[in-house]
């Protein structure tokens, strides 16, 4: 019996599940390559692609019945990244190559026919898989601004089958992977002193960043809320390393480039994006925008443009922070701590309240547009702004704040949140606004008197102290004052969607 074991790693969500790859090749039955182990398609389709590299690469296909087993077989297994280990395992179980360390070095890439190893998806859960169990990793050259925000000696990027066979016969090793440096970003952020006017629209884009805050601008077309929007990024402070490897990760799976420059994601799909493209999907679970937006900015523009029912499936991640798709072969949880900001027109027309244009649409045309945004979706949000033209913009001598200004507000209020409840102020739950949200007797008798006027849900109430605390450590106050209620509550979405000025 000719035998051998290879380690590599599958995918499952955010995890990269331990594959061992059996090979056996029998002495007796008809010639032939089975793959058996829950293999997709693009599993079974790499008997071709290793069967063209080994011959490429001067070995023979040994013309006897070879069974390929991928354990744990009730696990299924996808993706191309099983090439180079299989390859690996014929030749050992064949007797081609004398190899050793196979039980403490885990394989992973995809061959080409020529047998040069080309990059996979979902490469950084395997190597932290592999690194924490204890092992070595032989990786496809190419991915190493990837594998080396890692900054572990354990792994070697390899160009081609015959350096994988020379490292494990030990004729050359392979030269282990450096460490990556942290670039700096290509590219400035946009600045919030591009803005001209909209004072108000900054203070909440100031508030927002602060807290963690969602937040949709309402407004006529040209108003600066798309603007407004992008510059919310140059507002926050830059990831920490944790969440840095969260984001790299999460990229990793989704098949893109990892940042390495330490901003936070800013994501913006089109209006026509599907549910499973905003919120995760597929056969095989992949992340969606509000994952890839985790520990950053999710911004939909021309909100009530999006179908019903995608806005719909936004309010359960919005509300935990996570997503979790259940489908027939798995069922997955993605993290989605994201920052919502939205923007759109009041009306059809986009004129509503638009001191310098007539609007065109009639009282009912405004009413149904504006409910294609659900009041359940509008609970999700903290705060909303009503943006106007700017007028003559800032006065003469008093040029606009920056946005690296206004970020040293926002840390130092974001070090009074984390220090007194570990989370922003978005983040706290009922029981830690009643501990942390504090009112004096104005402030709580101005809460009660808006509550009952405007009709304010629970929800609504917890989001209004929650602004007010944020609103509070800007100023760098303890216990909540009436001017900050009255704040925040001038920002409450239950206000409605009417901005306002002449229709």
Known sequence: MQLAS????????????????????????????????LPETVVRESRERIRAALVQSGFQVPQRRITVNLAPAELPKAGSRFDLPIAIGILAASRQIAVSGLDCTELLGELALSGALRPIPGLLPALLGGLGAGRATILPAGLEAEAGLLQHPGLYPAAHLLEVVHHLTGERALKPLQAAVLAPPSAALPDLADVRGQHLGKRALEIAAAGGHHLLLVGPPGTGKTMLARRLPGLLPPLGSQEAREVAVLRSIAGLTPETSGRRPFRSPHHSASAPALVGGGSSPRPGEITLAHHGVLFLDELPEFPRHVLEALREPLTNASITIARASATVEFPASLQLIAAMNPCPCGYCGDAQRLCECTPEQVRRYQ??????????????VNVVRPGRGDAPGQPAESSASVRKRVEAALERQLARSGCRNAGLKAAAVRAFCEMDEQGGRLLEEAAARMGLSERSCNSVLKVARTIADLAGKGALEAEHVAEALSYSPSRGLQPAGRG
Do not use: K
């Open 6 to 37: 290879v380690l590599t790693r599958g995918q499952a969500g955010l995890e990269a599940p331990e594959v061992l790859v059996e090979v056996h090749v029998a002495q007796r039955g008809l010639p032939g390559l089975s793959i058996v182990g």
């Open 371 to 384: 409910q294609r945004v659900s009041g359940p979706f509008l609970d999700r949000v903290d705060l909303l």
